[in-house]
């Protein structure tokens, strides 16, 4: 394009060079003024037309001229002119008559005047070829009237003269007009590099290759890169190495389709990825040769982010009720697994106060009072879950926790198990105390060893390290983290370590990689997070993919002290005097568990299957004091037991004995009277000290037992 406007600049220019010539011989010799200086204001030909007619008028007396000039489309000679317009036809047909016997082409090849007669001989016409030195552009018609007389040479060469330089000013003109053109089309493509840096999308143009040729400005501030950093390099060199791998199959799709879209992540000159929605369209060639293709890219970061937060929530609101769903079922086995546990836990006891000192069956029944009671505290997990019978108000030191841990047979079984795995523990010496739960907190500490021993199968190297820590900046995960003075408990390990996508779901109960009921239940995850959550602490994991894994636990530390271990109290402390004991529960072994301790106690105990059975028993007997179980189905509940036998009996003492922990029915018990609250399962010297603290009227406002 650029070269042939340049050809036709010089072309204007040497025409105009031989026109400006023309014209001072034409002022010279005739002093015919120039006719052409404002041809490029022009709107058509026809004013260089009328202008030469004037001028032709001028030197020789026509009757009528006319103008016919090649159609630069078909090369056909078409009638532009006619002075006067009513000759047109006259003309024309005159015309079609030379062209028909030759005379036309004959004048044509002539480059000078040619006079002829008319059709019908009355009248004579000269007929002039309009030509510039290299083409032929048209020809003049001019009728001469009847009289006219012989026209002297000088006439019809200026009429040569005249009528060359209009060739050259139509030519000019023309080409001009082109020019004119071109420059709109010029103009046009530049509006169009306006839309293009104005696009909203990073716009990329690639050649076959997939490399860039030109890129928008959007484009450039997407990947911050500037254009000559861009141009030249193919698409895919600012793809991320995921990108590349699907993208690059995508091309030959392209190639054949026309246009392949999807999700690309970008790499920006800072080294971030920039997610984009990408559409290419493939151009082709006329015979369907694929070319390139210009590329759209749209900025999905924001999207992505609310794709993320959305997803977030989602997440959340899925753990909550899975934690919601678990609480539930937690809530409804434990207190039936209480009330098993109970002949476990309580049954030894009796046992072992009946059975001499050196009975070498003492061994066996202190097994089985100590498996019970871990079975007791696995039950605490669940409810752990449940988020509900948790206590977390003991003054706790990790370390106790951890070398405690460290010395319980649990430890050497996983020990036994993981031969080949080696352990290392660095506990700081002054490590200040956190409130807490001792039985959660050694659960935590456990399930994180056990979890990190598990993860080398093949062997490896578990450090246990506790330390103080002040923490002032965020914790990854958390949005906000309570400035202050922490206890960080961490487990590393060298194992095969947790993926991104499992590092979300480890806290969900029952989620185990493992074989679950064999290894793994997948409540371990869960129960750190419940007791960290309680204990308003933080979890921070790190995790490499075929590396390792290491742990953190945030628990916030308190100044204060180790609270004095507290001494069993005799149990002849809290004997009782014969008084009479009505126990309310459904459960038989309870009963049975509840009456042998308070007999063994010096109690008179009666009891009973319900708490209608209850009320029906009071209406003609009375109770000292009745041991109200919570929980009863289907019949009536501890609450409304107490409510009916506090109508019969005002003033009636009670102690409520739960595996939950208190719920406002239990403090609706207290409110109307009932005393203490103790939590099953127990040992006899919890509901003994109940029973005469209750019966001695000096229970206070009674708490939680712990
Ligand atoms: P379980 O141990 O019964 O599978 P957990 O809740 O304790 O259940 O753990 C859930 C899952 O978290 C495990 O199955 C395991 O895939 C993953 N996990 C936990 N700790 C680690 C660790 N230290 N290294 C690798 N994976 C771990
Ligand atoms: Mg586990």
């Known amino acids: 394009m650029e070269k042939r406007t340049q050809y036709m600049e010089k072309r204007i220019e040497y025409l105009e060079e031989v026109n400006r010539f023309t014209l001072d011989a034409l002022e010279m010799a005739a002093s015919l003024g120039d006719f052409q200086t404002s041809i490029n204001k022009l709107e058509d030909t026809s004013v260089i037309l009328e202008e030469t007619g004037s001028r032709i008028q001028g030197l020789i007396q026509f009757e009528a001229i006319a103008f016919f000039l090649v159609d630069e489309a078909n090369h056909e000679f078409f009638l532009a002119s006619t002075q006067p317009k009513n000759y047109r036809s006259y003309i024309q047909n005159e015309v079609d008559f030379l062209i028909d016997n030759g005379t036309f082409a004959w004048a044509l090849r002539e480059k000078r005047p040619v006079i002829i007669s008319s059709k019908t001989y009355e009248k004579r016409l000269i007929i002039h070829v309009m030509a510039t030195s290299s083409r032929i552009r048209g020809m003049f018609v001019g009728l001469l009237g009847e009289g006219d ?15 060359f330089n209009s060739s050259n000013a139509v030519e000019s003109f023309e080409l001009y007009n082109m020019i004119r053109e071109i420059t709109k089309s010029l103009e046009r493509k530049e509006n169009y590099r306006m839309l293009f ?205 951890t ?48 979890n990190a021993a598990e993860a080398m199968p093949d062997g490896g190297k578990i450090l246990i390290s506790t330390e103080n820590r002040y923490v002032d900046r965020p914790i990854t995960g958390y949005d906000d983290v309570k400035e202050g003075d922490y206890v960080v408990l961490s487990v590393s390990d060298t194992g095969v370590g947790i993926s991104r996508e499992d590092i979300e779901r480890i806290f969900e109960p029952f989620y185990t990689k493992k074989v679950m009921g064999q ?85 008179s105990v009666t009891t009973v299957s319900s708490g209608e059975e209850a009320v029906e028993y009071m209406k003609n007997n009375s109770a000292d004091l009745l041991v109200l179980d919570m929980i009863m189905d289907p019949g009536i509940d501890g609450l409304e037991t107490y409510k009916r036998i506090l109508e019969l009996h005002p003033g009636q003492k009670a102690i409520i004995v739960s595996g939950f922990s208190e719920t406002e029915r239990v403090k609706e018990v207290q409110r109307l009277g009932g005393g203490a609250y103790v939590k099953k399962p127990y040992l006899s010297e919890k509901i003994g000290i109940a029973v005469r603290d209750e019966l001695s009227g000096n229970a206070g406002r009674p708490e939680e037992n712990k």
């Open 149 to 163: 007389t012989d026209i002297p040479d000088i006439s019809l060469s200026l009429l040569s003269i005249i009528l």
């Open 197 to 401: 840096q104005a696009a909203p999308d990073g716009v990329e143009v690639l050649d076959a290759r997939g490399n860039i040729v030109d890129c928008n400005r959007t484009h450039q501030t997407l990947v911050k890169h500037n254009y000559e950093e861009i141009i030249g390099r193919p698409a895919t060199e600012f793809f991320s190495d995921n990108s590349k791998a699907l993208f690059t199959k995508k091309f030959s799709v392209l190639i054949e389709t026309g246009y392949v879209e999807g999700e690309v992540e970008l790499i920006c000159s800072d080294g971030s990825t920039l997610p984009v929605w990408r559409k290419e369209k493939a151009i082709y060639d006329e015979n369907k040769g694929f070319v390139g293709a210009v590329i759209y890219n749209r900025d999905m970061s924001m999207h992505k982010q609310a794709e993320e937060e959305r997803r977030n929530l989602e997440a959340q609101l899925h753990r909550a009720q899975k934690m919601e769903a678990i609480g539930a079922l937690a809530g409804g086995v434990a207190h039936d697994l209480n009330n098993i546990l109970s002949g476990l836990v309580s049954i030894p006891e009796l046992l072992l106060m009946q059975i001499p000192e050196e009975n070498p069956l003492r061994k066996s029944i202190l097994t089985i009072q100590r498996s019970g009671e871990k079975a007791a505290a696995i039950v605490q997990d669940l409810l752990t879950l449940a988020r509900r019978g948790v206590v977390v108000s003991d003054i706790v030191n990790l370390n106790h926790v």
């Open 519 to 603: 290894s793994g239940t997948g409540l371990g995850m869960a129960v750190v997070w419940g007791t960290v959550k309680d204990h308003n602490g933080y979890i921070d994991i790190k995790s490499t993919e075929g590396k390792g894994t290491i742990i953190r636990v945030y628990f916030p530390a308190t100044r204060e002290e180790l609270a004095r271990k507290k001494t069993k109290r005799p149990p002849e402390t809290y004997l009782g005097n014969g008084e009479t004991i009505l126990v309310v529960d459904d459960v038989e072994e309870q009963r049975d568990i509840a009456s042998q301790i308070l007999t063994h106690l010096n109690y």
């Open 403 to 450: 070398s405690n841990y460290l010395m319980s047979p649990e430890y050497e079984r996983l020990k036994s198990f993981h031969y080949n795995v080696e352990f290392e523990t660095h506990l700081e010496k002054e490590l200040f105390n956190i409130v807490g739960s001792p039985v959660h907190l050694s659960q935590t500490v456990m399930n994180l060893i056990s």
